[in-house]
């Protein structure tokens, strides 16, 4: 299993363009989350998915798109990039997610840095 | 919804050394608590979990304690090693407006000194 891929590994982008980081997983995993990664902050969730078709937001979603059409891909979406956006992303999956009480382990991805100038 | 404090932001040890990184949550109704390490470059990794019914977990040479009471949990990495140089990441599943998410605490650098 490759586990959790994320592309590019790096991007730049100019203030107000669009662009979408891709994720995909092969491990048959229900739940689907987005993060980022900021110094000092530790991880804050963007948006999470419990499966196909079911997207919900998380704490920092203002200027994220995402959409949940199979189980494998959870691609994020910004629509306008600003410079607030540079930050390291990762995607992240787990075998079951909300509204079960107990969560199992999220596997992580290699993360996406990204730049807005 | 969930807050997580994490301490310190920072601990330098040397070999063999112990180390403690500290956590406190606001959510009372929280009941799961894992811990992630995260090498450079890389993304987290899940090392130890707890859950709340009990208040201690033991593998090998990294533990867990739990105080719901007091609403904090504890990392503790005995006989630290060079290669246990990263970042540690606490978190706590939240409920309520948070239920299903989980909230990470700020992250600790953590440099161990051969």
């Known amino acids: 299993n490759a586990g959790v891929t994320q592309t590019p590994k790096f991007q730049v982008l100019k203030t107000g363009q669009s662009m979408t980081l891709q994720c995909a997983q092969d491990m048959n995993h229900e739940y689907m989350s987005w993060y980022r990664q900021d110094p000092g902050m530790g991880l804050r969730l963007i948006h999470y998915s419990v499966g196909a078709g079911i997207t919900d937001q998380g704490e920092v979603p203002n200027g994220y798109n995402v959409s949940r059409s199979t189980t494998e891909d959870f691609p994020l979406r910004l629509l306008s990039a600003a410079p607030s956006q540079t930050s390291v992303y990762f995607c992240?999956?787990?075998?079951?997610?909300?509204?079960?009480?107990?969560?199992?382990?999220?596997?992580f991805g290699p993360g996406t840095r990204l730049t807005v100038t | 919804g969930e807050n997580v404090e994490q301490h310190p932001s920072t601990l330098s040890v040397q070999e063999g050394d112990s180390a403690v990184i500290k956590c406190t949550y606001s959510?009372?109704?929280?009941?799961?608590f894992p811990w992630y390490k995260q090498e450079l470059g890389k993304g987290p990794q899940l090392i130890i979990d707890?859950?709340?019914?009990?208040g201690e977990k033991k593998d090998q040479r990294i533990a867990v304690t739990l105080n719901k009471t007091a609403k904090h949990f504890s990392l503790h990495i005995t006989e630290t090693q060079p290669e246990d140089s990263a970042v540690y990441f606490c978190a706590a599943l939240g409920s309520g407006t948070s239920y299903g998410k989980l909230t990470f605490g700020q992250g600790t650098i953590l440099t161990v000194h051969p």
């Open positions: 992240a999956s787990s075998y079951r997610g909300p509204p079960v009480i107990n969560a199992y382990e999220q596997y």
């Open positions: 959510d009372s109704a929280s009941n799961y």
């Open positions: 707890i859950r709340s019914n009990v």
